[in-house]
């Protein structure tokens, strides 16, 4: 006899496999990210198929065979449906759940990115204010890479822990964190980051949504938050030793 597993989870991706199997990515909130087969889930009278979707949140059984975990019961909790109708809303799920899948390696379950996970996708299905929805995404991002361990110190600069002011400030990969225009000098390692920029990674790291979600980013600091978030994830990409 098999054990049956159940626990909660995001689906983070499927791909078809064979005719009518699907092979989902799950993150879920008792073994962290796995991947398990449903069997003729693609058949129209398949039980599960509603109940199980990319980006919805949903209570799961499986099985656990020698080569595959089985899908054997789905229900929905939450189906998330704004972010569906939503193509900028769609497109910053996949980048999380991106993030998510290339990031996370091995099998193990974390409160802390399940409790992320949950906060972010609630926020971006009830997003209301256009002009930063990519803010979620940022939120997701830097919270996601500090409980990986790679938080920023973005109140002090990290070689002469003078206070920061919002003078010509550069973020430093190596570090990692911002350091100052007189040590950028002699270490001359870094990138220029927009001073209003750093604030907000303040803030998405203080969790502070009572203003990130009234937040209107100027082009600049949107561009520099673009640029760094973008090459900070690359180099921990690249530096990951596990
Ligand atoms: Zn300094």
Known sequence: MFIHYRTQGFVLKKDNRGEANQLFTIYTKEFGKIKILGKAIRKSKSKLRGAIELFYLSEIEFIQGKIHKTLTDAVL????????????????????????????????????????????????????????LKIVYYYFLWNFLSVLGYQPELYNCCVCRKKLTPEKLFFNQEKPGIICNNCFKALKSGKEI??????????????NWQILSKLKIDSEPQKSLNIISKEYYLFIINNQTT
């Open 194 to 207: 927009n001073s209003s920029a750093v604030k907000i990674l303040r803030l998405i790291l203080e969790k």
């Open 77 to 132: 909790i939450e189906s998330f449906s704004d972010i569906k109708k939503d193509l900028e809303k769609l497109s910053v799920a996949y980048k999380i759940s991106e993030v998510l899948d290339i990031l996370i390696k091995g099998q193990e379950a974390d409160a802390k990115i399940w409790q992320l996970l949950n906060e972010t996708f609630n926020k971006l299905n009830d997003w209301k204010n256009e002009n930063s």
